[in-house]
């Protein structure tokens, strides 16, 4: 990856709505150019896809909860396939210690997440779980 390649996913990264055309110029490179190596970094692995990112102040409602669960290991596979189609659910992480998976979770009201654990705790293969609301966030470095 050269520099050109770096420049590109930074300015990805900040705004990856950016035209070809936008791109290009910022760059000072031609549009096919720009083409070209957005194919070729999406073939190699270094881009996997595109993404929203919110609003800090309409994240900041957001209440994001962690949530420890036990998982049959026989039904592992169908209970991540269960939690990737509930929207609220962000992420699932495998983990070491007393429980298997770790999901986070993201709601706008209290109603919404009451709703989500309960679904949660309803798949087929979830034993026990435990929930901690997120109070704040010292910092993130995603």
Known sequence: MDDSDKR????????????TAELARRLGLARTTVVERVNRLANRGVISGFTVRMNPRYEARLLRVHVLLDVDP?????????????????????ISG?????????????????????????????????????LSVKFDRQ
């Open 8 to 19: 590109l996913l930074a300015l990805l990264r900040e705004d990856a709505r950016l035209s």
């Open 74 to 94: 026989k039904k592992g596979e169908s209970v991540v396939a269960a939690l990737k189609a509930m929207p609220q659910v962000k992420a699932v992480h495998a």
């Open 98 to 134: 007393a429980f298997d998976s770790l999901a986070f979770v993201e709601g706008e009201t209290t109603e919404e997440i009451d709703g989500v654990l309960d679904a949660i705790g309803q798949v087929p293969g979830v034993g026990k779980t435990q929930s901690s609301l997120v």
